[in-house]
């Protein structure tokens, strides 16, 4: 009973066994290196280096995508990891040589990671590699065995990778990013007909709707795991991102287009052919996210942008400007703009670096450079000091190298198990580091008891060599997924049993054991409570603050250039330069724990409401040159008192989001059909390009006011509609 009721709650917590399958692995390729070099060979150091090159790549390493994906990662990472050992290896002779190595080659692996998901991946067997060749004996001779070990450990675990118990692949991010765009086409091509033909079936519609909202929301990165989440900060990580972002905005301005649709359809709508098209892009922009797919031609949705931008402020057909119209007609260039977005990212996500007859070069600015240029600027932006990258690779890189000097002053026989426990205990934030704390020390104890007893009956080699795979598969298997102080106990285990083999001390090693654990665990736990020990968290709100002032600069900036108060300055450009941290950060945090005050922010929302102030203000200075609204005073009167209440939202939410204080509420900028009442008066003495100019700017106000409607969360007790606003 006991036997079925432990099986029936491993089924549960891998229900693919895709653990088991990866323990199943790690466990044959880790006992076949072992053997073959430990006894066929005879070699104790070509072992060692087997056996850990195996759990480094196998167990530490966290590689995204699919097996053939995993494995060429694996292969490719063999000169750096021949590097790292060859340095570990010759500043071995001393123990503060060997700590200045630690602390540069510590920060050097953990801060590469900002640019390059693999090196995120890898960088936990990076490290684990130059601490075990770090430690003494200092022994420069055995370099070829030592570099030998690892490399047929990683070749054979890459040919198991894609040859033993392929894991099966879990719906990708650029899956879901394509199934979003399926389903907003299809409530752009159903609005489209409700806006034209008085037969369209609205109820269809609005179900079309629901299905869009669900696969958009979906893609918050909240609700994906961080393994597959597009958190890394390379030009494709970025694009999805930013596509994410398009689409959420797309679907808002969707919504209003279909809430300000006229009393009666009118058959040969402006609106409704842009929106088509838009639907047709925004289709083959998801179609296109696959891999060998082509990518999407942007020819179609680029004409008709450029028509309906011609046609926008003629064809008025009477005096008084149809401002109705002219509503729509924004609308749908601010879908379209958004649209575009999102082809020109699901290009860029497919490796094509944008022209330079592509719009939106702000955003997409850093794909036009090559790797290593784009490798380099992410580096210079996250050298500063509210770079959450920057904070947690130099708490990494301290803590590893006091515990290299704590364990070489103490000579301690197994110290690469200090500083093996400090990369195991300490995370990004205190609270992930205590949290990792006690399992580390509990199953460390439990497992040190078990081996001692263990190891005071049983003085044989040979019973150890016979039972190695049992105890890889308890450790990688099993013990993962138990939690993590059956993994620490199982490991502990394991270590025992292999050393065992390599250099028996008896029940002493366990003793080791667990003195190293815990001194390790309490360096970790020190470092992660003195160094910046809220994690991303801590920067990820003064982050965001200064994201959304910078905003609101950007917004106030741009109202007063169309007004010809000034000139555009750099405001746009600051946005971007905030957006870089604010990102950063993020994803980051996503990887945390969350604490009850951040998770009440939609920090996605925050990251688009952003996208949407750049895109808007780019596109409006595109449309309406700077000037095009001055020398009308009610015009003017009109906008300040729009982007005043819109500038003040936002620094009300930069304020709530850093101290965590309660909002205002935000100005709810009435929609097309209200603004008629607002914008009539002032038609009259205006002509129609001028009022398309205030239409199209009032229009964008609004929609700033619903992004930020998204990001704030509702106060106690207020209402909230379907849409999530308050």
């Known amino acids: 009973m006991l036997g079925t009721s432990l099986l029936g709650r491993l089924r549960r917590r891998d229900p693919g066994d895709a653990v088991l399958r990866r323990a199943a692995r790690l466990t044959l390729v880790a006992s076949v290196v072992f053997y073959a070099c430990r006894y066929g060979v005879g070699s104790s150091v070509l072992a060692t280096y087997a056996l850990f090159g195996t759990v480094a790549a196998g ?6 995508g699919p097996a053939p994906q995993r494995a060429r990662i694996l292969i490719t990472s063999l000169p750096a990891i021949w590097a790292l050992i060859t340095v570990g290896t010759l ?79 879990p719906i990708s991010y650029r899956q879901r990013l394509a199934d979003a765009a399926e389903g907003v086409a299809a409530f752009l091509d159903a609005t489209a007909d409700a806006l034209t033909d008085r037969r369209a079936d609205r109820d269809a519609r609005d179900r079309r709707r629901e299905r869009a909202s669900e696969a958009v929301a979906a893609l918050a990165l909240s609700g994906t795991s961080p ?72 020819g179609a949705l680029s004409a008709a942008i450029g028509q309906a931008e011609t046609t926008y402020p003629a064809g008025q057909g009477s005096a008084v400007p149809d401002v109705p119209r002219m509503c729509r007609d924004a609308t ?30 702000g955003l997409f600015e850093y794909a036009r450079h090559g790797p290593l240029a784009l490798y380099w600027r992410q580096l210079r932006s996250h050298l500063a000091p509210r770079s ?83 105890t890889l598969l308890l450790a990688f298997g099993v013990g993962r997924l138990l939690g993590p102080l059956w993994q620490q106990a199982l490991f502990t285990v394991l ?77 746009l450009e600051r946005v971007r330069q905030r957006m870089v941290l604010v990102d950063s950060s993020y994803c980051q945090y996503h990887s945390e724990r969350h604490d009850t005050v951040n998770q009440r922010v939609d920090w996605d929302a925050v990251l688009g409401a952003g996208q949407h102030v750049v895109l ?68 009259g003495a205006a002509n129609p390009s001028s009022v398309r100019h205030l239409v199209e700017v009032d229009q964008w106000l609004a929609g700033l006011a619903d992004s930020l409607a998204r990001i704030r969360p509702p106060a106690p007790g207020e209402s909230v509609d379907r849409d999530g606003k308050p």
């Open 59 to 64: 167990s530490f390493a966290q590689l995204p």
């Open 616 to 683: 808007g203000a780019e596109s409006l200075l595109r449309r309406n040159p700077p000037g095009c609204l001055a020398g009308w005073p009610a015009a003017a009167g009109l906008l300040r008192d729009s982007a005043g209440q819109l500038r003040s939202a936002y620094d009300d939410l930069a304020d709530q989001v850093a101290h965590g204080r309660p909002s205002g509420p935000v100005p709810a900028l009435p929609g097309c059909v209200d603004e008629l009442d607002r914008i009539r008066p002032l038609s």
């Open 332 to 361: 749908a260039l601010a879908l379209a703009d958004q649209v575009r977005v999102l082809a020109v990212g699901t290009r860029v996500a497919n490796g094509v670096r944008p022209d330079a007859g592509d719009d939106y070069s």
């Open 495 to 571: 270590l025992t049993v292999v050393f065992a083999q390599l250099s028996p001390e008896g029940w002493r090693l366990a003793e080791a054991r667990l003195v190293d654990v815990v001194l390790g665990a309490l360096i970790g736990v020190l470092a992660g409570v003195a160094m910046w020990p809220r994690g991303a968290s801590r920067d990820l709100r003064p982050n965001a603050a200064h994201y959304l002032t910078a905003s609101a600069d950007a917004i106030d900036e741009t109202v007063r250039a169309l007004l010809g108060d000034a000139p555009p300055d750099r405001a």
């Open 91 to 169: 500043l071995a002779w001393s123990t503060w040589a060997a700590a200045a190595g630690m602390l540069v080659i510590g920060f050097v692996v953990a801060f590469a990671g900002v640019g390059n998901p693999r090196l995120v991946g890898l960088g936990s067997a990076f490290q684990l590699v130059f601490i075990l060749a770090s430690f003494p004996p200092y022994q420069p001779g055995t370099l070829p065995e030592r570099l030998g070990g690892v490399t047929l450990a990683i070749v054979l675990l890459a040919v198991a990778e894609v040859l033993l118990w392929p894991d099966p692949v």
């Open 227 to 298: 393994a597959w989440a597009p958190t890394a900060a390379d030009a494709r990580h970025r694009a999805l991102r930013i596509c994410a972002a398009a689409l959420r905005e797309a679907l808002a301005e969707a919504n209003r287009l279909a809430s300000d649709a006229p009393p009666e359809p009118i058959p040969d709508l402006a609106a409704a052919r842009l929106l088509r098209a838009c639907a047709d892009t925004t289709r083959a922009a998801g179609r296109s996210l696959p891999p060998g797919a082509p990518p999407v031609d942007l």
């Open 388 to 470: 959450a990258h920057l904070q947690s690779s130099l708490r990494l890189a301290v803590a590893l190298a006091i515990a290299r000097v704590v364990a070489g002053v103490l000579q301690l026989t197994h110290g690469f198990w200090v500083l093996l426990a400090t990369l195991t205990v300490l995370r990004t934030s205190a609270a992930d580091t205590r949290t990792a704390l006690r399992p580390a020390v509990l199953g460390t104890i439990v497992g040190a008891a078990v081996s001692g007893l263990v190891m005071l009956v049983v003085d044989e080699p040979i019973v150890y060599a016979v039972v190695l795979p049992v």
